[in-house]
C-alpha cells in the first residue's frame, strides 16, 4: 500500500492491506471498499483510483509517523458508487463490518465481490441479460455464456474469428474473460478491445481445472463438451463466477450448446444496419423497441433472445406464428394473459435467487404472488393446443409452493430477515411462544402507567423509553415528593426526573431476551423455509420459460392485431417470395401512418432485384423493409404487409451504410470492402442479401467494376439479392443476366415545385439520380447548385463518351448481328440527344 513514513502501520490498516492481498490474488484489479463505521473507506492507490473514478475527495490517514491517501463514499451511497464503478469497468470487493465497535479491532469480512458480468442483486441489474463471456481457442473459438442472475448457460463452437465476433456483438456480454493465448497476443487483444469495450477480465483457463468446475456445478463434464477449448471456456466462465459468488453456483442446472449453424445468420453489420437492438442516431427507435409489446421482464429478455437467433425448422416457425394467431383470433384470451402477465414479477431471476438461496423475503413473497397467477393463466389456456398448450403443460405443478410460502410469510414482509416481523403467527409453535411472553410483558408495561398513577396519586406520570436509559418512569417537579421509595432516580431534568425499579428493569431484559430469541428462531425459520424452496428450482425455471414465452407471443399478437400484421405463408426450400403492401415498422410509426406500402418478389425467374433511384426516395428503407419481414418471419411473428408468402432463409448479409472504422486505422472503402467480402464468402442460394451503393468509396470507374463484378457473382449464387445502387450502367445487365430485373423509386421533377418523392418501387430503371436537385432541397446555395447544374451537363456528355468506348471495347465484332450493330448505333444517338 502506498504511504509514506517508517513506523508499523495501525492496527486497522494492517487489517485492510491484508485483506485486500487476499482479494488481490483473486480479483487483481478490484477496488476494496472496506467499512469504518458510517463510511466505506479505501486507501493507497485505491483511493486515488476511487477518488478519480468517483469524482470524491482524496484526503490522507495520518499519525506521527505514517500517511497514505485514503478517500471513502457514506453507508447510504454505497449502492450507487459501486453501480458507477461497475459501470467504469471496475470490480469492486465490499468488506463489511461483522461485529458492533467496541474497545479492540472490529472484525471484518468480504461479504460481497461485484464484477460487471456477474452481479445478481436486482438493484445493480437491468431487465436485459447480464452475460459473463469466457473465449478459449483450439480448433477455432469457443464460447462461454453465463448470465448468473438467471442461471442461463450456453456454449458453442466457431470455425472463425469473425463468426465468434458476430455473437459476441449480439449477446452484449458485460464482461468477457480471454484465454491467455489470446490476452497474451497484443495485436489481437487490442483488436478485440477495439470491437468489444467491455471489462477483460483474468480467469483460470486450465483444462483439468475446467472439467473440475463442470463437475462442481453440474456433477458432470457432458458430452456435448467434445473439444478441450470448449472444456476450458466452460469452466473458466463456472470458476470466475464460483469465486464472485463465494461458491454459490446452484441456480446453474445444465450447459446447452448451441449450433451457431442451427440458426439463421446474422452477421454484426446486418444486426447493426438493420437496427435490430441500437439506434443509429441518438434519438432513434430501434426493430425491438417496436416488437417489445412483452409485460414481463423475464418476456422481454425472451423476445431479444429470439431476435438475436431467428429460426430455421420449419416445424418450430409454424409453432410460433400459430400460437401468434390463436391469440390474434382469441381477443378475450390474449387481453386475459397479458393481464395476469401485467401483475408477474421477474420469475426467472426470483428462481435463480431461490435456487441459491439469497432471496430476501420480500422476493420470497414476490415469488409467491407470481406461482399465485399460474393457475389462472393455465386456465385460461386450458381450450388450447399447438405451442399454447405446451406453455400450459410446463406452467404446473407448483402449488405446494404457494401454500407454503402463504402459511410461512406475512402479506408485506421486511426488505431484509433480520429485520423481525416476517413470520406469520400460527406457523411456529416455538416463535408463537415467545412472541406470547413477550407481549404479556409488553401488557403489564402498558398497564403500569395506569396502575402507578392510582398508587402513587401522581396523575400526570408517564412511563416512557429511550434508547439511552431504556423504560423509565417520568415525574415532573410538582410531584418529586410523592415519589415511592422503590423508585430510583436516574436522570435530572430542568423540570421533572426519571426513575426506574428493579421489576421494571427486570421486565425489560426479559422483553429483550425474548425478542432477541424470536428474531434468532424468525431467521432460522425464514432460512428452512428458503432452502426448502431451493429443491424446487428446476420446477420454477421451467415455469419461468414458460411465462416468458407466453409474454412474447401474446405481445406479437398484441402488435400484429394494433397495427394490422399478417401472418405468412412459410415456403421452405428456397422457393419464392412475395410481400404485397409491406411496411418497416420503424419507419412506419415515425411517419406516423403517412408510410407508402411497396411490392417485392424474389424468385427463380428474378432473385436479384436491381434498384435505382434518387437519395432520399426511399430505396434503403425498402431494402431493410424486406430483410425485416424475413426475419420477423423467422422468428415465429406475424409481419407488416397485406400479404406475405416467405422461404427460410440461412441468412441475412446486408451492406448498407457506410463508416470509417479510426480505431481500427481502416478508411470507410476499407470496410465497405472488408463486409462485402465476408457476404460474397457467405451467400449461398438460400440467402438473402442487401447491398447499398456499393463501390461509393472509391473512384467512379473502380467501384463500378467492383459493384458489376459482386452483382454477378451474387446472381451466380442465385442467392435473393437486393442491390440499390446510382451506377445506372449496371441497369443494363438485364437483358444478359435471366433472374435480374431493374426496379426504381418513383421521383418526378416539376418546374414549379421541384423534385417530389413518391416512395414507390415500380418496374424499370430510373432515368437519372436528381442529385442536383437533392442537393437544392438540402439547401446549398443557389450558386452552388445552379453552377453543379452546368457542370453536371457537361460531365455527362463526356459521360457518353465514355460509355460508348466502353461499349465499344466489349464489342466481339465476330460475332455482332447488323441488328445488334443498329440497336447499339441507335442507344448511343439517343444519348447523345438526350434521351429524345
Same mark, same amino acid.
Given at each position: 500500500?502506498?504511504?509514506?513514513?517508517?513506523?508499523?502501520?495501525?492496527?486497522?490498516?494492517?487489517?485492510?492491506?491484508?485483506?485486500?492481498?487476499?482479494?488481490?490474488?483473486?480479483?487483481?484489479?478490484?477496488?476494496?471498499?472496506?467499512?469504518?463505521?458510517?463510511?466505506?473507506?479505501?486507501?493507497?492507490?485505491?483511493?486515488?483510483?476511487?477518488?478519480?473514478?468517483?469524482?470524491?475527495?482524496?484526503?490522507?490517514?495520518?499519525?506521527?509517523?505514517?500517511?497514505?491517501?485514503?478517500?471513502?463514499?457514506?453507508?447510504?451511497?454505497?449502492?450507487?458508487?459501486?453501480?458507477?464503478?461497475?459501470?467504469?469497468?471496475?470490480?469492486?470487493?465490499?468488506?463489511?463490518?461483522?461485529?458492533?465497535?467496541?474497545?479492540?479491532?472490529?472484525?471484518?469480512?468480504?461479504?460481497?465481490?461485484?464484477?460487471?458480468?456477474?452481479?445478481?442483486?436486482?438493484?445493480?441489474?437491468?431487465?436485459?441479460?447480464?452475460?459473463?463471456?469466457?473465449?478459449?481457442?483450439?480448433?477455432?473459438?469457443?464460447?462461454?455464456?453465463?448470465?448468473?442472475?438467471?442461471?442461463?448457460?450456453?456454449?458453442?463452437?466457431?470455425?472463425?474469428?469473425?463468426?465468434?465476433?458476430?455473437?459476441?456483438?449480439?449477446?452484449?456480454?458485460?464482461?468477457?474473460?480471454?484465454?491467455?493465448?489470446?490476452?497474451?497476443?497484443?495485436?489481437?487483444?487490442?483488436?478485440?478491445?477495439?470491437?468489444?469495450?467491455?471489462?477483460?477480465?483474468?480467469?483460470?483457463?486450465?483444462?483439468?481445472?475446467?472439467?473440475?468446475?463442470?463437475?462442481?456445478?453440474?456433477?458432470?463434464?457432458?458430452?456435448?463438451?467434445?473439444?478441450?477449448?470448449?472444456?476450458?471456456?466452460?469452466?473458466?466462465?463456472?470458476?470466475?463466477?464460483?469465486?464472485?459468488?463465494?461458491?454459490?453456483?446452484?441456480?446453474?442446472?445444465?450447459?446447452?450448446?448451441?449450433?451457431?449453424?442451427?440458426?439463421?445468420?446474422?452477421?454484426?453489420?446486418?444486426?447493426?444496419?438493420?437496427?435490430?437492438?441500437?439506434?443509429?442516431?441518438?434519438?432513434?427507435?430501434?426493430?425491438?423497441?417496436?416488437?417489445?409489446?412483452?409485460?414481463?421482464?423475464?418476456?422481454?429478455?425472451?423476445?431479444?433472445?429470439?431476435?438475436?437467433?431467428?429460426?430455421?425448422?420449419?416445424?418450430?416457425? /409454424? %409453432?410460433?406464428?400459430?400460437? $401468434?394467431? @390463436? !391469440?390474434? &383470433?382469441?381477443?378475450? +384470451?390474449?387481453?386475459? *394473459?397479458?393481464? #395476469? =402477465?401485467?401483475?408477474?414479477?421477474?420469475?426467472?431471476?426470483?428462481?435463480?435467487?431461490?435456487?441459491?438461496? /439469497? %432471496?430476501?423475503?420480500?422476493? $420470497?413473497? @414476490? !415469488?409467491? &404472488?407470481?406461482?399465485? +397467477?399460474?393457475?389462472? *393463466?393455465?386456465? #385460461? =389456456?386450458?381450450?388450447?393446443?399447438?405451442?399454447?398448450?405446451?406453455?400450459?403443460?410446463?406452467?404446473?405443478?407448483?402449488?405446494?409452493?404457494?401454500?407454503?410460502?402463504?402459511?410461512?410469510?406475512?402479506?408485506?414482509?421486511?426488505?431484509?430477515?433480520?429485520?423481525?416481523?416476517?413470520?406469520?403467527?400460527?406457523?411456529?409453535?416455538?416463535?408463537?411462544?415467545?412472541?406470547?411472553?413477550?407481549?404479556?410483558?409488553?401488557?403489564?408495561?402498558?398497564?403500569?402507567?395506569?396502575?402507578?398513577?392510582?398508587?402513587?396519586?401522581?396523575?400526570?406520570?408517564?412511563?416512557?423509553?429511550?434508547?439511552?436509559?431504556?423504560?423509565?418512569?417520568?415525574?415532573?417537579?410538582?410531584?418529586?415528593?410523592?415519589?415511592?421509595?422503590?423508585?430510583?432516580?436516574?436522570?435530572?431534568?430542568?423540570?421533572?426526573?426519571?426513575?426506574?425499579?428493579?421489576?421494571?428493569?427486570?421486565?425489560?431484559?426479559?422483553?429483550?431476551?425474548?425478542?432477541?430469541?424470536?428474531?434468532?428462531?424468525?431467521?432460522?425459520?425464514?432460512?428452512?423455509?428458503?432452502?426448502?424452496?431451493?429443491?424446487?428450482?428446476?420446477?420454477?425455471?421451467?415455469?419461468?420459460?414458460?411465462?416468458?414465452?407466453?409474454?412474447?407471443?401474446?405481445?406479437?399478437?398484441?402488435?400484429?392485431?394494433?397495427?394490422?400484421?399478417?401472418?405468412?405463408?412459410?415456403?421452405?426450400?428456397?422457393?419464392?417470395?412475395?410481400?404485397?403492401?409491406?411496411?418497416?415498422?420503424?419507419?412506419?410509426?415515425?411517419?406516423?401512418?403517412?408510410?407508402?406500402?411497396?411490392?417485392?418478389?424474389?424468385?427463380?425467374?428474378?432473385?436479384?432485384?436491381?434498384?435505382?433511384?434518387?437519395?432520399?426516395?426511399?430505396?434503403?428503407?425498402?431494402?431493410?423493409?424486406?430483410?425485416?419481414?424475413?426475419?420477423?418471419?423467422?422468428?415465429?411473428?406475424?409481419?407488416?404487409?397485406?400479404?406475405?408468402?416467405?422461404?427460410?432463409?440461412?441468412?441475412?448479409?446486408?451492406?448498407?451504410?457506410?463508416?470509417?472504422?479510426?480505431?481500427?486505422?481502416?478508411?470507410?472503402?476499407?470496410?465497405?470492402?472488408?463486409?462485402?467480402?465476408?457476404?460474397?464468402?457467405?451467400?449461398?442460394?438460400?440467402?438473402?442479401?442487401?447491398?447499398?451503393?456499393?463501390?461509393?468509396?472509391?473512384?467512379?470507374?473502380?467501384?463500378?467494376?467492383?459493384?458489376?463484378?459482386?452483382?454477378?457473382?451474387?446472381?451466380?449464387?442465385?442467392?435473393?439479392?437486393?442491390?440499390?445502387?446510382?451506377?445506372?450502367?449496371?441497369?443494363?445487365?438485364?437483358?444478359?443476366?435471366?433472374?435480374?430485373?431493374?426496379?426504381?423509386?418513383?421521383?418526378?421533377?416539376?418546374?414549379?415545385?421541384?423534385?417530389?418523392?413518391?416512395?414507390?418501387?415500380?418496374?424499370?430503371?430510373?432515368?437519372?439520380?436528381?442529385?442536383?436537385?437533392?442537393?437544392?432541397?438540402?439547401?446549398?446555395?443557389?450558386?452552388?447548385?445552379?453552377?453543379?447544374?452546368?457542370?453536371?451537363?457537361?460531365?455527362?456528355?463526356?459521360?457518353?463518351?465514355?460509355?460508348?468506348?466502353?461499349?465499344?471495347?466489349?464489342?466481339?465484332?465476330?460475332?455482332?448481328?447488323?441488328?445488334?450493330?443498329?440497336?447499339?448505333?441507335?442507344?448511343?444517338?439517343?444519348?447523345?440527344?438526350?434521351?429524345?
Amino acid at each position: 500500500m502506498k504511504g509514506t513514513g517508517t513506523g508499523a502501520l495501525p492496527p486497522m490498516l494492517e487489517q485492510y492491506v491484508r485483506m485486500r492481498d487476499e482479494v488481490a490474488a483473486q480479483l487483481p484489479h478490484a477496488i476494496l471498499l472496506f467499512q469504518v463505521g458510517d463510511f466505506y473507506e479505501t486507501f493507497g492507490e485505491d483511493a486515488e483510483r476511487a477518488a478519480r473514478l468517483l469524482g470524491i475527495a482524496l484526503t490522507h490517514k495520518s499519525s506521527r509517523d505514517f500517511s497514505t491517501p485514503m478517500a471513502g463514499v457514506p453507508l447510504r451511497a454505497l449502492d450507487q458508487n459501486v453501480e458507477r464503478l461497475l459501470a467504469a469497468g471496475v470490480c469492486v470487493a465490499v468488506a463489511d463490518q461483522v461485529e458492533e465497535p467496541g474497545s479492540g479491532l472490529v472484525e471484518r469480512k468480504v461479504t460481497h465481490l461485484l464484477t460487471p458480468g456477474t452481479v445478481t442483486e436486482e438493484r445493480h441489474l437491468s431487465a436485459d441479460e447480464n452475460y459473463l463471456a469466457a473465449v478459449a481457442t483450439g480448433d477455432g473459438y469457443a464460447l462461454a455464456l453465463l448470465d448468473v442472475s438467471t442461471g442461463e448457460f450456453r456454449c458453442a463452437a466457431f470455425h472463425t474469428r469473425s463468426a465468434l465476433y458476430d455473437e459476441l456483438a449480439r449477446c452484449r456480454a458485460r464482461e468477457v474473460l480471454l484465454a491467455p493465448e489470446m490476452s497474451g497476443n497484443a495485436a489481437l487483444k487490442a483488436d478485440f478491445q477495439t470491437r468489444f469495450p467491455v471489462m477483460l477480465s483474468p480467469a483460470n483457463f486450465d483444462e483439468a481445472v475446467g472439467r473440475a468446475e463442470l463437475r462442481a456445478v453440474l456433477n458432470e463434464v457432458p458430452g456435448s463438451l467434445n473439444s478441450a477449448a470448449l472444456v476450458r471456456a466452460c469452466g473458466a466462465v463456472l470458476g470466475y463466477a464460483r469465486l464472485t459468488q463465494q461458491g454459490r453456483l446452484e441456480m446453474v442446472r445444465r450447459v446447452v450448446r448451441f449450433e451457431p449453424g442451427a440458426h439463421m445468420r446474422l452477421s454484426d453489420a446486418a444486426v447493426r444496419a438493420l437496427e435490430l437492438f441500437v439506434p443509429q442516431s441518438p434519438q432513434g427507435v430501434t426493430l425491438m423497441d417496436v416488437l417489445c409489446q412483452t409485460r414481463t421482464a423475464g418476456g422481454k429478455r425472451r423476445l431479444r433472445a429470439w431476435l438475436r437467433a431467428p429460426l430455421l425448422d420449419e416445424l418450430s416457425i /409454424r %409453432a410460433r406464428l400459430g400460437g $401468434v394467431e @390463436a !391469440l390474434t &383470433r382469441a381477443p378475450d +384470451l390474449r387481453a386475459g *394473459v397479458r393481464s #395476469l =402477465l401485467y401483475r408477474a414479477h421477474d420469475l426467472e431471476r426470483l428462481a435463480a435467487r431461490v435456487a441459491t438461496r /439469497r %432471496a430476501t423475503p420480500r422476493e $420470497v413473497a @414476490a !415469488l409467491a &404472488r407470481t406461482l399465485d +397467477l399460474l393457475p389462472e *393463466v393455465v386456465a #385460461l =389456456l386450458a381450450a388450447q393446443d399447438g405451442l399454447l398448450g405446451t406453455v400450459r403443460a410446463r406452467l404446473g405443478g407448483l402449488p405446494e409452493v404457494v401454500t407454503r410460502i402463504r402459511a410461512a410469510l406475512v402479506d408485506d414482509p421486511p426488505i431484509r430477515a433480520g429485520d423481525g416481523g416476517l413470520i406469520r403467527d400460527g406457523f411456529h409453535e416455538e416463535l408463537d411462544a415467545l412472541r406470547r411472553d413477550a407481549l404479556g410483558h409488553r401488557e403489564w408495561l402498558a398497564h403500569l402507567e395506569l396502575s402507578e398513577r392510582e398508587r402513587t396519586g401522581i396523575g400526570s406520570l408517564k412511563v416512557g423509553y429511550n434508547n439511552v436509559f431504556g423504560y423509565y418512569l417520568e415525574v415532573t417537579g410538582a410531584h418529586l415528593g410523592k415519589v415511592p421509595t422503590d423508585y430510583r432516580q436516574i436522570a435530572t431534568l430542568k423540570d421533572r426526573a426519571r426513575f426506574t425499579r428493579p421489576d421494571l428493569r427486570e421486565r425489560e431484559r426479559e422483553i429483550a431476551r425474548l425478542e432477541a430469541a424470536a428474531g434468532r428462531l424468525e431467521l432460522e425459520v425464514f432460512t428452512e423455509l428458503r432452502d426448502s424452496l431451493a429443491a424446487h428450482a428446476e420446477a420454477l425455471g421451467e415455469a419461468a420459460g414458460a411465462l416468458s414465452d407466453l409474454d412474447v407471443l401474446a405481445g406479437l399478437a398484441e402488435l400484429a392485431t394494433e397495427h394490422g400484421w399478417v401472418r405468412p405463408v412459410t415456403r421452405p426450400g428456397g422457393e419464392d417470395a412475395r410481400l404485397t403492401q409491406a411496411r418497416h415498422p420503424v419507419v412506419e410509426g415515425a411517419t406516423g401512418g403517412r408510410y407508402v406500402p411497396n411490392d417485392a418478389e424474389l424468385g427463380r425467374g428474378r432473385h436479384v432485384l436491381l434498384l435505382t433511384g434518387p437519395n432520399m426516395a426511399g430505396k434503403s428503407t425498402y431494402l431493410r423493409t424486406v430483410a425485416i419481414c424475413a426475419l420477423l418471419h423467422q422468428i415465429g411473428s406475424f409481419v407488416p404487409a397485406a400479404g406475405a408468402e416467405l422461404p427460410i432463409y440461412d441468412a441475412v448479409h446486408t451492406r448498407i451504410g457506410a463508416s470509417d472504422d479510426l480505431a481500427g486505422g481502416r478508411s470507410t472503402f476499407m470496410v465497405e470492402m472488408s463486409e462485402l467480402a465476408g457476404i460474397l464468402h457467405g451467400a449461398t442460394a438460400r440467402s438473402l442479401v442487401i447491398l447499398d451503393e456499393v463501390g461509393r468509396g472509391t473512384s467512379t470507374l473502380d467501384g463500378l467494376a467492383i459493384a458489376q463484378a459482386a452483382l454477378e457473382h451474387l446472381h451466380a449464387t442465385g442467392a435473393h439479392t437486393l442491390f440499390a445502387t446510382h451506377y445506372f450502367e449496371l441497369t443494363r445487365l438485364e437483358g444478359d443476366h435471366p433472374g435480374l430485373v431493374n426496379l426504381h423509386v418513383a421521383a418526378e421533377e416539376d418546374e414549379g415545385q421541384g423534385l417530389t418523392f413518391y416512395h414507390q418501387v415500380v418496374p424499370g430503371a430510373a432515368r437519372q439520380s436528381y442529385g442536383v436537385e437533392v442537393a437544392r432541397l438540402a439547401g446549398l446555395p443557389a450558386p452552388v447548385t445552379a453552377r453543379a447544374g452546368r457542370l453536371l451537363g457537361a460531365l455527362n456528355t463526356q459521360g457518353d463518351d465514355a460509355q460508348m468506348r466502353r461499349d465499344l471495347a466489349a464489342l466481339d465484332l465476330g460475332r455482332l448481328t447488323p441488328l445488334e450493330a443498329l440497336e447499339l448505333l441507335h442507344r448511343w444517338q439517343r444519348g447523345l440527344l438526350g434521351g429524345e
